[in-house]
């Protein structure tokens, strides 16, 4: 047998590539969160004395969790190294996703849930025994944070799924959406700044944007219930649509009651406009939209930039029900975590999902990468700061850098990481340490892009310049469909990156093509304008919420009538057998 050895405090670690078995001592059995999580660093620190893999992804059989229960041993395996191109513009990846098998152990047992998954037994999202969320009345580490928040996303996805099938809810999963909200808001919590901890350092975090997400979602179910329990015989549809989601959303708006009201009544006239044309030509609009800042608010943390039941449910059904097809194309990578992570929404449902501007998109179930432009010097160069990274962040001093503000996005064609949080929470010492740490391991790859919040490292390219619009196109054309008329297309954005889609839609369907902005300033709405070319259909709106509450009333303005007519066709019904 072919093979290392190391000593250590934890007896022998056998080392015999590609597998790595590290023995523990009898009396570890059952050992302590702390304890667990200080031998996994300590594999890790391991792992980089020993050298790189060709990709340093690596799988923990049962995580930390697991070794909690069993304890005898860790076993980790080296991710195969990424297939070869071959030159290809663009790839699509087998059907199961790929990175279900490469999430770190930060991100512990997180299971999908998606529109497949309807039938089948969801007692571990339902049971508060096994849900991971533990009172205690000590400072939460960071991944304890996220764990707990992957572990209540994971229910919120539970929900939506059952809602969508017309299932009943489960107390224990509403109950479990109470706990978490009742840790967040514990005494750690002050003004929604959270303080947490790392090995080494403490660190405050703003969780505004986690905390308030859960109090609508908590008030929408309590609403949803009260309206079940008085009316048991009506069908969910219909027990939606007596929810007044202005009611609960109203009082975030950040403008006051008053602003909300007169900028929702806009936003219902424009999507009558807007779903109003399969009437008028016989075919259903497009809708593709932006998602940060437009369809989610914006979070301090991406990592934990999570969708509320109340979005997921109202966009799914819209697009359900309203268009051909409905997409999310959003800046942000598909996975690690990325939009199909955070999102409620079922990934294989009517909404579809892309990451990185529109280059990768989750279709039918697989990975779509479109790779156009990206040099194989620039591709690897991002693969070897990539692993570089991944390396960097096991190290205790920066791990806190994994939840701030970006994190480390690894995107098709660049690398985003983020330096501060929008409140500078990180002691600019630290933060400047972190930065000199990726510079040294940038080695030739040039940072063209560098702000105060976040480093971007962009791949050498052939000269092609993507924007969203190449996403959106790549989309039309792999479902075989166009953007040009008959039928309208709805571009939603909140920044000039999406902008391009907007000209992409008004050049194929100049008279068809409408626009929702989001936060927008008046130099960014004139040019909306100007590009729509007709003020009427432009919307531009305060926060998400409002396109939610709109999208919601159109739901209930369809439910009430396709309800009236079937009370009229079963009078008229009666009429005639009389």
């Not at 929702?264 to 999507?271: M, R, T």
């Not at 943390?301 to 979005?311: D, E, G, M, R, V």
């Not at 096991?394 to 985003?416: E, I």
Request: proline share 4%.
């Amino acid at each position: 047998m072919h093979g290392m050895t190391k000593e250590s405090n934890f007896n022998v670690i056998y080392v015999i590539p590609p597998v790595i078995i590290c023995l523990v001592p009898p009396g570890y059995f059952r050992l302590p969160r702390k304890v667990a999580q200080k031998l996994c660093l300590l594999f890790e620190d391991y792992l980089a004395e020993i050298g790189t893999f060709a990709e340093k992804k690596f799988l923990f059989q049962g995580g930390v969790k697991r070794l909690c229960c069993e304890g005898s041993c860790l076993m980790t395996e080296a991710v195969k190294d990424q297939e070869n191109r071959g030159g290809k513009s663009e790839r699509t990846e087998p059907t199961k996703d790929e990175h279900s098998r490469e999430k770190d152990i930060e991100q512990l047992e997180v299971r999908r849930i998606n529109s497949s998954e309807t039938g089948e037994n969801t007692e571990q999202n339902s049971s508060l025994e096994n849900s991971g969320i533990i009172n205690n009345d000590n400072v939460q580490t960071v991944d304890e944070f996220k764990n707990l928040m992957y572990k209540m996303q994971e229910t919120r996805r539970t929900i939506v799924v059952a809602l969508l099938n017309e299932r009943d809810l489960k107390k224990d999963d509403v109950a479990l959406l109470r706990q978490a909200y009742e840790r967040l808001t514990d005494s750690q919590t002050h003004s929604f700044q959270r303080e947490m901890c790392t090995l080494t350092t403490k660190l405050s975090l703003n969780i505004r944007d986690e905390t308030r997400g859960l109090e609508k979602d908590l008030k929408y179910l309590e609403t949803l219930s009260q309206i079940r329990e008085e009316e048991p015989s009506l069908s969910w549809p219909v027990v939606m649509s007596r929810i007044d989601l202005i009611s609960i959303l109203a009082d975030y708006h950040p403008e006051g009651k008053e602003t909300f009201m007169k900028e929702y009544k806009e936003a219902v006239k424009f999507l009558r406009t807007f779903i109003g044309s399969e009437m008028t030509n016989g075919k259903k609009p497009i809708f593709v939209t932006d998602w940060d800042g437009t369809m989610k608010d914006y979070c301090s943390q991406y990592a934990t930039n999570l969708q509320p039941i109340y979005s997921a449910i109202g966009m799914v059904r819209f697009a359900d029900r309203f268009t051909r097809i409905s997409a999310v194309l959003t800046a942000g990578p598909l996975r690690g975590p990325g939009i199909l992570d955070l999102t409620a929404m079922p990934i294989d449902g009517p909404v579809m999902f892309s990451g990185s501007w529109g280059r990768e998109w989750w279709l039918s179930g697989k990975r779509v990468v479109h790779e156009d432009g990206i040099t194989d010097e620039g591709f690897n160069a991002l693969q070897r700061l990539d692993d570089e990274m991944k390396d960097l962040l096991h190290s205790s001093d920066y791990a806190p850098f994994a939840l701030v503000g970006s994190g480390v996005q690894r995107k098709v064609d660049r690398l985003t990481l983020g330096v501060q949080t929008v409140c500078h929470h990180i002691a600019s010492e630290l933060s400047n340490k972190y930065q000199m740490a990726v510079k040294e391991r940038v080695h030739r790859v040039d940072p063209n892009s560098q702000a105060e919040l976040e480093v971007e490292v962009v791949a050498h390219s052939s000269g092609i310049i993507w924007n969203k619009a190449d996403g959106v196109d790549r989309l039309i054309k792999s479902l075989g469909d166009s953007l040009k008329t008959p039928g309208k297309v709805l571009i939603c954005g909140d920044t000039p990156s999406d902008l391009p889609m907007v000209r992409q839609a008004a050049k194929q369907n100049p008279e068809g093509v409408m626009a929702i902005f989001v936060g927008a300033k008046i130099p960014l709405r004139e040019e909306v304008k100007q590009v729509v070319g007709d003020d009427n259909r432009c919307c531009f709106v305060s926060c998400p919420d409002i396109i939610h509450a709109a999208m919601s009333q159109i739901l209930n303005e369809q439910c009430i009538g396709e309800r009236s007519a079937s009370e009229n066709s079963g009078k008229d019904h009666k009429v005639v057998e009389t």
